[in-house]
């Protein structure tokens, strides 16, 4: 999420999600209910990936679109999925730090954190991204860790018995999504680095 074409993009997207969600399924022969139900939780769920100010932004205009205009209605009253939706929406925010807006003050992160999930946003800290699929997105949650201790060994040496460190295996989980966002870890438009590049140090070392 970088420019207002991928802005525009996402929009179409997140409706396109909801047009899909409230058309019949085509029931395979082993599908289920139940299966058919999580194939529609997974269309209409929206994953932004990144808790900078753009990711956190994003996610709560998302959540806003949703709950105000599409499910529950605006201002105007207008509701365009209310009653054709079997399975509700949701909104996740996945961040790989331990908090929200790292560049602000703490507070500043703790009041947004509380504010999203108070809108219903699902906040989720301390998850990195490692894989992202057509239909899913694999992070690796770094507070679960299942620690294992090796077997201890002697040294010929000195007969002193070396105790190897633990190592940790983080657990991978695997999110479906209907629509992600990334909104981390974007780069410089091609522009702006020929005019970094173009004007030069002392004068522009950095890309800001």
Not at 15 to 43: K, N, S, V
Not at 98 to 109: D, F, I, K, R, T
């Amino acid at each position: 999420m970088k420019e207002i074409g991928d802005g525009i993009t996402a929009r179409a997207k997140v409706f396109d999600a909801f047009e899909r969600a409230t058309l019949p399924l085509q029931a395979a022969q082993h599908d289920t209910a139940d299966d058919l139900d999580a194939e529609r939780r997974r269309m209409l769920h929206f994953v932004v990936v990144g808790g900078g100010p753009t990711g956190v932004e994003c996610a709560a205009e998302l959540q806003d679109l949703i709950a105000e205009d599409l499910v529950h209605g605006g201002k105007e009253g207008h509701v365009l999925y209310k009653n054709a939706l079997r399975t509700p929406p949701k909104v996740t925010l996945i961040q790989s730090g331990n908090s929200l807006l790292p560049a602000y003050h703490p507070n500043v992160g703790k009041i947004a954190r509380a504010t999203m999930e108070g809108a219903g946003i699902e906040v989720l800290l301390d998850h990195r991204v490692t894989e992202v699929s057509p239909t899913a997105i694999t992070v690796s949650d770094k507070r679960t860790k299942e620690h294992k201790q090796v077997r201890s060994c002697k040294l010929t040496v000195s007969s002193a018995t070396l105790i190897l460190p633990y190592y940790s295996h983080t657990v991978l989980l695997q999110i479906p999504y209907g629509v992600a966002i990334w909104a981390t870890g974007v780069g410089a438009l091609p522009l702006t680095k020929r005019l970094v590049g173009a004007i030069g140090a002392p004068y522009q070392s950095n890309v800001r």
